[in-house]
């Protein structure tokens, strides 16, 4: 990607492309173009050593014509408010798509959390809601996991705002832990979701299984759900890397150790 790229502006960019051929009134396009609220946080920090750091976190909600906002919260070094615009915008579109009752939101923290301990990933969690609580909540902004964030800090998250509203409220956020009140099953669900997609363009190709190569580009919360399903359906996964690097073997790995690997070197 060009790093000179204005995420959200390339986003409008195919907006106008796709209003081409769509049926919307120019003030609908027009709305669609501005998020309704952007936020933009400093986040104190103590460290482990006793030392203060800021950490900048944002936080977005683009549009709520069909319902509360809906989106991720991501910890990475990259993340910045043209970004964070524009997945929000993304997330608009994709609960239109599917007809949820939610419009799209996305937040994100600028930060490597593999350079964080435990205890300093917390501090910084419950600091941002802490920054953002009035700006969320299960009737306006509905938050949810990420790139490089879990279940773990979305109930440390959903803990920190039931605090500040003093009021047990898990419905400001999705993706905690099952007896906190998540989900079964939405650890898998982006990767089964993707999964799901391989297998319809399976049927209509007629491939098999054992006659495709699979490569992988990350290999974390959501693509070890898709990796998984198709080796057991016997699909051979050659490739896979992640923010450390790469593996490769022609003859396909076993999917299973790769993840057992993954969940005991990670930092």
Request: contains cysteine.
């Amino acid at each position: 990607m060009n790093t000179n790229t204005d995420i959200f502006e390339d986003a409008l960019t195919r907006l106008d492309t796709a209003f081409a051929h769509a049926a919307i009134d120019p003030e609908s396009l027009e709305k669609l173009k501005h998020p309704k609220a952007t936020l933009e946080v400093s986040i104190p920090v103590r460290m482990d050593d006793g030392s203060l750091r800021i950490f900048k976190g944002y936080r977005v909600r683009h549009d709520d014509t069909r319902g509360p906002t809906k989106g991720g919260i991501r910890y990475h070094p990259s993340v910045n408010m043209s970004e964070v615009k524009a997945l929000a915008f993304w997330m608009t579109c994709k609960c239109a798509v599917v007809g949820l009752p939610y419009g799209g939101a996305k937040g994100g923290i600028q930060v490597n959390p593999k350079e964080l301990s435990h205890l300093e990933l917390e501090r910084l969690s419950r600091g941002f809601i802490e920054q953002i609580a009035d700006f969320i909540g299960p009737e306006t902004d509905v938050p949810a996991p990420d790139v490089y964030t879990n279940a773990m800090i979305m109930g440390w998250m959903m803990d920190e705002y039931s605090k500040i509203v003093r009021k047990r409220t898990p419905a400001v956020i999705t993706g905690k832990p099952v007896p906190l009140g998540g989900s079964l099953g939405r650890d898998e669900a982006t990767g089964r979701g993707a999964y799901y997609c391989i297998k319809e363009i399976e049927a209509r190709k007629k491939w098999n299984p054992r006659d495709v190569r699979v490569a992988i580009q990350g290999f974390g919360n959501a693509a070890q759900h898709v990796a998984l399903p198709l080796h057991t359906d016997g699909y051979r996964v050659v490739a896979v890397s992640d923010s450390r690097g790469g593996i490769y073997s022609p003859d396909g790995f076993d999917v299973p150790s790769l993840v057992r690997t993954k969940e005991q070197t990670r930092h």
